[in-house]
């Protein structure tokens, strides 16, 4: 696997490294012994007979994901993959631009795909009869793999007397510039972020729902340059809380990060993770198979179980280390209005980052 730009992880100084190191080594012999030796050994395809049997993956993903999906798909079919990981708005305009010539972009929201619908090609993934019903492909370009949950990271010594339960709490005075997040307007973590913060305050319509992602965004020292940034600086303890996601909450803790998940008591917006094939695509074929690869049943039970993932098919193994969605205050998201109002969303809060000066 070549690979273009290394993830932000916990600081080589950090107490869970020694821990992170324990948990790779568990990770790839686990995923060995998880894995049919047919695919493991790569039976399903003949090895390379070319340098031309090779796959260029854009990403956002984290790197425990990556380091699971790439080995493991390069074994099965003898592609080799160069990966390339970066923000989704700046790989988007890369490849908008002509600048990466890539074939598959991971980890984008069904938005991300809907506003740049031009720069995919249609595929359904043989595997998209087994997805969650709301979750399979219905306009032809985006296929999900894992469900992502918005939440806060927090780190627990830092956060001390603090009692941090939601949004609002996060509004105390004390903690002015001991929060962080990503820039809505170039992470799509960002974004969805603000996202639920509208949501969980009433609804994009409403004043006081932009009143608090404003009171929000005023307590942060600015935005974090990168998604990573965000749950990575709040490991190594340079802010209190971050504003993230689940997977990468998760992640941390397994490495032996001090930091606790919180889910916002005014609520959680669920959204997938999905995968598209670019139109300018080198070797579409190599791209589909691996569309299908992430959703097939022994990927997606590693991202069930091993790594953290809320899986999108209806017969894969959940995760032992994610909170039931039983027990959160779960925001249904409404994937069609979003559509429909996202471009409204994002000139109000672009005309709000103007006058606040952000």
Known sequence: MKNAKNMLSVSPGAPGMKAARMH?????????LSVPICLVLGCARPRPGSEDRQLVVCTSEREELMDAVIPLFEEKYGIQVSLIQGENGELLEQVRQG???ADVVMGLSLSDISDSQQLFQEYVSVNDKYLLESYQNTDGYATSYVLSGSCLIVNQTLAGEYAISGYRDLLNPELKGKITMADPSSSSTGFAQLVNILEAGGGWEKEEAWKLAAGLIGQTRGYASDSRQVYSSVAKGEYVAGLSYEGAGVSL???GADVAIVYPEEGTLYSPRAAAIVT???HP???KHFVDFITGKDMQDIFGTLLSGRPVRQDAKSSPYLEDLEDIHVIVRDEEYLKT???LIWQKYMDMAKEEGW
Do not use: N, S
């Not at 790779?24 to 060995?32: E, G, N, P």
């Open 341 to 343: 109002h996202k471009k």
């Open 24 to 32: 790779r080594l568990t990770l790839m012999a686990a995923l060995c």
């Open 280 to 282: 300018t695509a080198a």
């Open 253 to 255: 803790m397994r490495e």
């Open 99 to 101: 600048e990466l010539q």
């Open 285 to 287: 074929e190599y791209a």
